[in-house]
């Protein structure tokens, strides 16, 4: 039973415009959320994190939203840039830190983001 | 300040060898953890070492086993390879067990 779900496996977004990429949970017990960005060949980047204990965090072009009631989040990339294209993970840890600790942190499958020119 | 290092890059091996994957931390993170990552899902957590010691192990069988050593660089070690080890193996280091972790570029492993 996957308690991390990206639901949607690729969005294609043209350059310039918002990317959206969306995560939802079951696990009532994770309260730290991070997304991870991956390039082929290469191992996952982490790219920002947010606390349950907030419902936004912002970093440069990225912004990460947490709803807690719908056990949601989602990832906002503005303005999306050609480099942006790569598969985004969300990741979950029911430890309170972003390290996911005794547990590790709990994946989602993915999105491939596809900026377009 | 070089990132997290694994070897091999690739391997092949047949069902019912073992195999040794090798993992070297960034420099100043005594804490390390392996993932598994299957074709078209997420990594999931195999286990984490602290201190050369086990510190949390996910839903993977005794055949999985690892080992941390004083320079906290790390091996894991898969016994008795099934079909459906086949996937990429991730290895994360972190300064602290509670820290983000920072991940490796992986060791594609195909179990024919």
């Known amino acids: 039973d996957q308690q991390v779900k990206q639901n949607s496996p690729s969005l294609s977004v043209q350059e310039g415009r918002i990317s959206i990429l969306n995560c939802d949970y079951t696990?009532?017990?994770?309260?730290?959320f991070l997304w991870y960005k991956k390039y082929p060949a290469e191992g996952p980047t982490f790219l920002i994190s947010?606390?349950?204990?907030?419902d936004k965090n912002e970093d440069g072009r990225f912004t990460v939203f947490l709803n807690k009631s719908a056990k949601h989040l989602s990832l906002h990339i503005v303005p999306s840039q050609p480099g942006d294209s790569a598969v985004y993970f969300c990741?979950?840890?029911?430890?309170?830190?972003?390290?996911?600790?005794?547990?590790?942190?709990?994946f989602g499958k993915g999105t491939h983001l596809i900026i377009q020119p | 300040e070089t990132g997290v290092t694994q070897s091999p890059t690739h391997l092949i091996k047949t069902r019912g060898q073992q195999v040794t994957l090798r993992c070297s931390s960034q420099?100043?993170?005594?804490?390390v953890s392996w993932y598994q990552q299957a074709l078209g899902q997420g990594p999931q957590f195999i286990f984490q070492?602290?201190?050369?010691?086990?510190?949390g192990r996910g839903n993977f069988p005794p055949r999985f086993s690892g080992l941390q050593f004083p320079n906290y660089s790390s091996e894991l070690n898969v016994n008795a390879l099934e079909l459906d080890d086949s996937a990429l193996y991730l290895c994360?280091?972190?300064?602290?067990?509670?820290?983000?972790?920072?991940f490796g570029p992986g060791t594609r492993l195909t179990v024919l």
């Open positions: 990741a979950a840890s029911a430890n309170g830190v972003s390290g996911g600790g005794a547990d590790g942190l709990t």
């Open positions: 994360a280091s972190s300064p602290d067990r509670t820290d983000t972790q920072y």
């Open positions: 420099s100043g993170h005594n804490t």
């Open positions: 947010i606390s349950s204990i907030k």
């Open positions: 070492y602290y201190r050369e010691e086990e510190n």
């Open positions: 696990n009532s017990m994770f309260d730290y």
